[in-house]
């Protein structure tokens, strides 16, 4: 599991995309989305960077100021969309902790 601090905005979430133990080639991908369930059911959608690799699916995001602002477990999924508009689903979703700062109720 993945672990930020509430209001975090660093590091960086990367990782490598595959499908049933194939690493996704990216090179033809219009955009990579990332969408992060808080646990108040708000949704952060993020657009992801595509590794100037794109074959390797490795991608990447920042977090931005406020989006990391609810203690609890969060779930990320992956969209990735392709030509024609086709989208593709994550195999699975992503469990991301963010836990209260020092001196804040658990």
């Known amino acids: 599991m993945i672990s930020y601090t ?14 049933d133990g194939i690493v996704i080639d ?3 991908a219009l955009s990579v989305q990332f969408k992060l369930l808080k646990p108040s059911g ?12 794109p074959t390797t699916g490795r991608v990447s ?5 406020g989006e990391l602002s609810e203690a609890g477990t969060c779930y990320g999924e992956v969209f990735i969309t392709w030509p024609s508009s086709v989208i593709q ?5 992503l469990p991301v902790y963010v836990r209260a700062e020092y001196g804040e109720a658990f």
């Open 6 to 19: 509430v209001n975090d905005t660093a590091p960086v979430l990367s990782f490598i995309l595959q499908q």
């Open 26 to 28: 990216l090179t033809t």
């Open 42 to 53: 708000a949704v952060v959608t993020k657009t992801m960077t595509i590794d100037v690799a």
């Open 61 to 65: 995001l920042s977090w931005g100021v």
């Open 89 to 93: 689903h994550g195999e699975y979703r």
